[in-house]
């Protein structure tokens, strides 16, 4: 035990009592608050990810989560800045819960904890494509995905729909991809 040397280095600010418990303690000393022992874990997202979101009004930019090896697309949630560092850098997906305001670490009440495997934003920076292990379900009514069972009616179209269809589906979708 080096009492010289932790007291030459704490000190100034430790005060008697800290070095009595020094002094009478084997373990090894935890290190003050700003006490430097190496580079800080990031507690901001990387900027050259932040300049590259496009965020809403809210600081929002929306995740989709797909089941990495089915390809079931499992649900759609929101990230900020920070829940994204969270999903990143942790190996579980965060979200912020725009009903609660406040993070939400899925899985952490229900167990179905979604694993990740890869984060992707899309060509425009407005979204993000999250694929994940998913455990159990992802639907917080308890289906496996949040869209089971939740059809909507649709007209199906086809490739082979007939030239004059295909016609006006080529003139619209010029419009469309123009005006994004
Ligand atoms: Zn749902």
New binding site residues.
């Given amino acids: 035990m080096t009492v010289g040397v932790t007291e030459k280095g704490r000190g100034r600010a430790a005060g008697l009592a800290v070095l009595d418990w020094i002094a009478m303690s084997e373990q090894p000393i935890p290190p003050l608050s700003g006490a430097s022992t190496g580079p800080e874990p990031a507690t901001e997202l990387a900027s050259d990810v932040a300049s590259r979101l496009k965020r809403d009004d809210h600081g929002l930019v929306a995740a989709v989560i797909q089941q990495h090896d089915t390809g079931e697309v499992l ?1 759609l949630g929101w990230m900020d800045d920070e829940a994204l560092r969270r999903t990143l850098t942790t190996g579980r997906v965060t979200f912020w819960s725009r009903s609660r305001q406040e993070y939400w670490r899925k899985g952490d009440t229900s167990g179905h904890v979604q694993w990740v495997k890869s984060v992707a934003l899309d060509c425009d920076g407005d979204a993000l494509l999250v694929r994940v292990d998913q455990v159990g379900a ?4 308890g ?1 496996r995905t ?1 869209f089971d069972g939740r059809e909507l009616p649709a007209v199906v179209g086809s490739r082979d729909a007939g030239p004059a269809a295909a016609e006006e589906l080529t003139a619209d979708d010029t419009t469309t991809e123009g005006a994004r």
Wanted: glycine share 0%; with cysteine.
């Fill in positions: 649900m992802a639907c917080h009514t289906t949040c």
